[in-house]
Nanobody
Framework: QVQLVESGGGLVQPGGSLRLSCAAS????????MYWYRQAPGKQRELVAG???????NYADSVKGRFTISRDNAKNTVYLQMSSLKPEDTAVYYC??????????WGQGTQVTVSS
């Protein structure tokens, strides 16, 4: 059974940084692309960043230059380094992975709150 475990969320002041992690198991799980989404209260879930197996990345315009997505294929883990955080970045952040047979799997979400 595929499982995604997210970590790294929390409370941070504006201008601060956080690093999210999402580890997929079992280790034999073959992953294609990996993504981070977020959902703020009263808003639709939106794509924040994505990364292919080969390392090509894409970002939402709102986070370009501030967030960096990366992955460790050996660990089946995707990361989201968030810097210069703003109050509008407050949301529940979800990771999603696309398997090699193009199925989507979601993590449970981790809360990120940016507030002074």
């Amino acid at each position: 059974q595929v499982q995604l475990v997210e970590s790294g969320g929390g409370l941070v002041q504006p201008g601060g940084s956080l690093r999210l992690s999402c580890a997929a198991s079992p280790s034999s799980f073959s992953i294609n692309a990996m993504y981070w989404y977020r959902q703020a209260p009263g808003k639709q879930r939106e794509l924040v960043a994505g990364i292919t197996r080969s390392g090509s990345t894409n970002y939402a315009d709102s986070v370009k230059g501030r967030f960096t997505i990366s992955r460790d294929n050996a660990k089946n883990t995707v990361y989201l380094q968030m810097s210069s955080l703003k109050p509008e970045d407050t949301a529940v952040y979800y990771c999603k992975v696309m398997s090699s047979d193009y199925r989507d799997y979601w993590g449970q979400g981790t809360q990120v709150t940016v507030s002074s």
